[in-house]
């Protein structure tokens, strides 16, 4: 089969304007933005709470915790979303949480605080002298849609494991989805969910009832004088920095550049998320960084065709975070209620779109198809090394492997295109270059 040429999309980074957001808004970034939030915090509140309860926090530090992370989270999100015309999707690092189970009940909860300021200091240090830009932009476009690919592809292939256990929720789920795809594509998504939400409750899955009990209160911000501790900057500190930067800051970058946004710079993006968990973590919230898998979710077509019009979803996801920190306990109870398959199948449906066009992006020049294959399997396989989880090891082994074989070629006396690993990669992951969301759907 002849490959279709790719359509151009020319992105555009300067500020909307009151009338721009007006004409731009549209039903589809909107859910978006809420899908992203739903999928988000429906993997992350309960480990929350068990963080919390790790460092035997009270009732309000609890609510605390989790108010000023989604006041964190949504504001970055929305201003970022709205400075760079792009859907900018921030998040609270996952891997912080998970160090704060296993360790953070060692320290006293000021020296957890104290230590997750530090590391925001050093997160912003790194944005805003343009290391980290240095670094990321010598990353080759192939390979960070490749990463891309292989972060969403288990989230697909959870979709349809679910399959067995519930297989009318996730039947009428897949079913919804194509048949969406088929009359209607910008609310297939919708149709979804609502769908998924009916066969629960159908199956006895879901009931009125749970959902009737779920219950709580207005949180309130709670404030705590950090201290400083060498043995928690060790145990904590270091891990968090690290891992930050390396599966959420990395994998973020990779999903904006591979979703046609390669013209948002990366400095301000970590800079100010570091600067929102330095002014965020006295109350509790720990480190906001851009968001991974769920950032896909806002900036790929099924948010909009249009890439100049998916800022919209970043905006609404920044909304819906600073409602969701608002509601508190009845968010938790509402996500404890939720069938695990229907939150599985929901988000591994959503993303499909995004997975084809990042593998299609991946695999466009056959110079970076063994990297990039290379990259998605690693990255795909969910191995953690030192901690660190499989995006990094992926992106690691792809630029190796480039490199080598660019190192062969080269010996062999094979002419090589422009533009090498050496050099700051501005190819496939521009927006000139960026298909369509009609060539993605095909």
């Known amino acids: ?244 930067l390396a599966t959420q800051h990395l994998p973020g970058l990779a999903v904006m550049r591979a979703s046609g946004y390669a013209r948002v710079p990366a400095s301000p993006l970590v800079g100010f998320t570091a600067l929102a968990s330095v002014l965020s973590a006295p109350f509790g919230a720990h480190t906001t960084t851009l968001a991974a898998i769920t950032a896909a979710l806002c900036a790929g077509p099924e948010a909009h065709p249009d890439a100049n019009r998916r800022y919209v979803a970043g905006l609404s996801s920044g909304v819906f975070y600073l409602l969701a920190g608002l509601s508190g306990g009845v968010l938790a109870g509402v996500f404890a209620v939720l069938p695990v398959a229907l939150i599985q199948a929901l988000a591994g449906l959503a993303l499909i779109a995004t997975i084809l066009s990042s593998l299609t992006l991946a695999m466009q020049e056959p110079r970076w198809r063994e990297a990039a294959v290379l990259t998605v399997l690693v990255t795909a396989s969910g191995v953690s090394i030192l901690g660190i989880g499989s995006a990094f090891w992926g992106l690691l082994v792809g630029v190796l492997s480039a490199w080598l074989l660019e190192a062969g070629a080269r010996r062999r006396g094979e002419k090589r295109p422009e533009g090498t690993l050496l050099k700051p990669s501005t190819e496939p992951a521009s927006s000139e270059t960026q298909p369509s969301a009609q060539e993605a759907a095909r």
């Open 1 to 244: 089969m002849t490959p279709r040429p790719v359509t151009p999309q020319t992105v555009t980074v300067t500020p909307p304007t009151w009338a721009d957001l007006r004409r731009d808004v549209s039903f589809q970034a909107v859910f978006a933005g809420f899908l992203t939030v739903f999928v988000g915090l429906a993997g992350t509140v309960t480990l929350l709470f068990q963080a919390a309860q790790a460092m035997r926090l009270s009732q309000g530090q609890t609510a605390s915790w989790l108010l000023a992370s989604c006041i964190s989270v949504g504001v970055s999100g929305l201003l970022l979303s709205w400075r760079f015309r792009a859907p900018v999707v921030t998040a609270y690092a996952l891997p912080g949480i998970v160090l704060l189970i296993q360790s953070g009940g060692q320290f006293a909860y000021a020296e957890v605080i104290g230590t997750l300021m530090v590391v925001a200091l050093a997160l912003s240090v790194l944005g805003y002298s343009g290391l980290f830009q240095r670094l990321s932009s010598r990353i080759p476009g192939p390979l960070a849609a490749a990463v891309l690919a292989g972060i969403l592809v288990p989230f697909g292939l959870r979709s349809f494991a679910a399959l067995p256990a519930s297989p009318v929720v996730v039947g009428s789920m897949v079913a919804a989805y194509l048949l969406g795809r088929a009359l209607f594509t910008r609310y297939a998504v919708p149709a979804v969910l609502a769908v998924g939400l009916l066969a629960s409750l159908l199956t006895g899955g879901l009931s009125l009832a749970a959902l009737a009990q779920v219950g709580g209160g207005w949180p309130h911000l709670v404030f705590t004088a950090p201290a400083l501790s060498g043995r928690a900057l060790l145990v904590i500190g270091v891990p968090t920095l690290v891992l930050c």
